[in-house]
């Protein structure tokens, strides 16, 4: 019989009828018991990981300190790095190199199939920029416990901020994931924003991952999300990621250009360049 005293484990034999080769099969198996913890790794679902956490807020609140008074504001647009660390790499140190922008947005799919290990590696990453970045939730997020780990890394999946009065809104739109159980893109929220702070912005930047009459939009709601983007004051374009190539499009015809930034494998992002007579935006390749 197996038993267990102070000592540990212990095993006794006595009148069983076994070979020797029984005997040494059970020992074997008691000793790997007893020791078996130490060769399992944490579950790639595990929520549990270390800080900084909730860099949203916090490098949102760098962006706006830094670009201050700016009447030339630049940034990098950019997305969709799951699984390509060592090209998400290189961009960093192009982007560091150049020091051209003054923050990024990482526009989603951070992680492939949204475990805790994909994002901390990403954030190592993402962390050696020489400036701020922020980053939105993309389908591949939403895998999982990604949902969670995203929020508590990062913060909501939607959320604004200013920068020298230019206000950014990132939103959720990987309604696909969510099986339409849930208000993506959220209205409610779209609406809360465009009624906030509507003295401390001129003009807007929305942000998202799956861009309209992509398969991953509500695409039942298409038209009303149109609408609630004409809340905001001064729109000046819309930008997405997901369909990992470069995309320049008018969705809507109504002038407002919806970009699309490429996935992280084909080496090149998007910088935009913002002044007080418009915009422009270049795509840069590393």
Known sequence: MIGVSKHGFCLSLSGWRTTSAVQVMLLAMVMTLTACHEFFDTHP???????????????????????????????????????????????????????KADFVIHGGDLSNYGATQEFVRQRSILGRLHVPYVALIGNHDCLGTGPYVFGKMYGPANFSFIVDRILFLCLNTNALEYDYSEPIPDFDFML???????????????????????????????????????????????????????????????????????????????????????????????
């Open 192 to 286: 809360r924003e465009s009624k906030t702070d509507t003295t401390l912005y001129d003009r807007t930047v929305i942000c998202m991952h799956a861009p309209p009459y992509n398969e991953q939009f509500n695409n039942n709601v298409v038209l009303a999300f149109q609408h609630y983007t004409y809340l905001f004051r001064g729109l000046l374009f819309c930008t997405a990621g997901h369909v990992h190539r470069n995309e320049a499009k008018d969705l809507y015809g109504d002038g407002i250009i919806y970009y699309c930034s490429d996935s992280a494998n084909h080496r090149n992002y998007l910088l935009f360049t913002i002044t007080p007579s418009g915009y422009d935006y270049e795509i840069v390749y590393y």
């Open 45 to 99: 679902y595990d929520v549990g990981f270390q800080g900084p956490y909730h860099l949203n807020a916090a490098n949102a609140a760098k962006m706006a300190q830094l670009c201050d008074g700016k009447d030339t504001l630049r940034f990098v647009v950019t997305g969709d790095t799951q699984g390509w660390y060592d090209e998400t790499a290189d961009m960093v140190s192009d982007i560091n190199r150049r020091g």
